[in-house]
């Protein structure tokens, strides 16, 4: 897998790019704050509980307002595998879905370990993140996948029937390669989601969503991502279903005003090009950041996939100063959050400055093992 990268970086496009950078991972956690206390009830329950408006601000699950849940925790644990496959790349290996597969494992560890453990040297600082020894409910796939060091691949998934949107909703960051040519973006993020997700909808839908954000992060609108999107599918066999959900969702956005009926009808039965295709829906006809996530969140279907997709979606659009401060300000780990995107946007930006074969930071090989 070859990279086209050498992009000249002024300090207008940084800024850019770090505000992009973190409007995305932020988007896609509040995203999944908002959507997980209400995820598995359908719209006449979520009513029932927060009003005839449903769910409109975050509220109390998992012990506190605002906590996120193992979709966002796999989303950081992306972004962590993409910046050490970048450093690692000096030593001479370039396989970043193993990478992945390596970051993916330290994020299982977090499931079972009651907190981090000082003699893994190798593990990198995000691993170390005492909040992240949570269990937030992670799917029967996403343990199996990630249960032993064997890894998924395209031509032997894991979990081949799977088709949930668990995947796709840990593919965003794959989206803020934005050095990278489109085609590759998917490729990576189809073959990182074959690790715990083998059917070709889901794998495919999370290689549809990583280069619509990587359209988005590039300054393109929505509907031209979208297009691209489908474009690229086409080659792929199995494409039918996913670049079917897409279009249904570009079509939606002409009939009339949105509904929580539309939305459950696009998200359809818990499936990854369902949420796909509601996210797409409601990051294109919400009024704004808000209005948007609270659209994508009251439904029938997967609220919280559902939200951090569109989050995702919203964020790499306008960026972090889109986002509703209130919620940000409630948002279980968001140091993190922040001081990864930070992270991954200098690795993308500056990387040469921070390492290579003739000499590397101490500092960042300690954050970033090579290992």
Not at 95 to 102: E, N
Not at 112 to 125: A, S
Request: hydrophobic letters at 40%; charged letters at 20%; a negative charge.
């Amino acid at each position: 897998m070859s990279v086209a990268t050498g992009a000249v970086w002024g300090r207008v496009e940084q800024q850019d790019f770090r505000s992009r950078v973190r409007g995305t991972l932020l988007g896609s956690a509040v995203g999944d704050a908002l959507g997980s206390p209400v995820d598995g009830l359908d719209v006449e329950g979520i009513r029932e509980q927060y009003g005839t408006e449903g769910i409109a601000d975050l509220a109390f699950a998992y012990g506190r307002r605002g906590a996120v849940t193992h979709l966002t925790q796999l989303s950081l644990f992306t972004v962590d595998g993409l910046i050490r496959a970048q450093v690692r790349r000096d030593t001479g290996a370039w396989h970043p879905p193993t990478d992945l597969h390596r970051a993916y494992l330290r994020w299982a560890a977090t499931q079972r370990d009651w907190g981090p453990d000082e003699r893994r040297k190798d593990d990198g600082w995000l691993a170390r993140e005492e909040w992240l020894y949570a269990r937030r409910e992670p799917s029967r796939p996403l343990l199996i996948g990630f249960g032993d060091e064997n890894m998924g691949t395209l031509d032997a998934p894991k979990n081949p029937g799977e088709v949930g949107p668990e995947a796709v909703a840990r593919s965003a960051p794959f989206g803020l390669l934005v050095g990278w040519e489109p085609q590759l973006v998917v490729q990576l993020a189809v073959e990182c989601a074959a690790q715990t997700h083998g059917h070709p909808m889901a794998y495919l839908s999370a290689g549809a969503y990583a280069v619509i954000v990587h359209g988005l992060a590039r300054g393109q609108t929505l509907d031209a991502a979208v297009q691209q999107a489908l474009g690229l599918l086409s080659a792929r066999p199995g494409h039918e279903s996913v670049s079917s959900a897409l279009q249904h969702a570009l079509g939606a956005v002409r009939q009339g005003m949105p509904t929580p009926t539309r939305v459950a009808e696009l998200a359809g039965d818990r499936t990854a090009e369902g949420a796909l295709a509601a996210a797409v829906y409601c990051a294109l006809v919400g009024e704004d950041v808000r209005h948007g996530l609270c659209l994508a969140v009251n439904q029938d279907g997967p609220s919280g996939a559902t939200g951090a997709l569109t989050g995702g979606l919203l964020g790499a659009l306008h960026g972090e100063t889109a986002l509703p401060p209130a919620w940000l300000a409630e948002l279980e780990g968001r140091p993190t959050v922040l001081e990864l995107a930070d992270d991954f946007a200098m690795e993308m930006t500056q990387g040469p400055a921070l390492h290579g074969p003739a000499g590397s930071s101490p500092g960042w090989l300690i954050r970033y093992p090579r290992a």
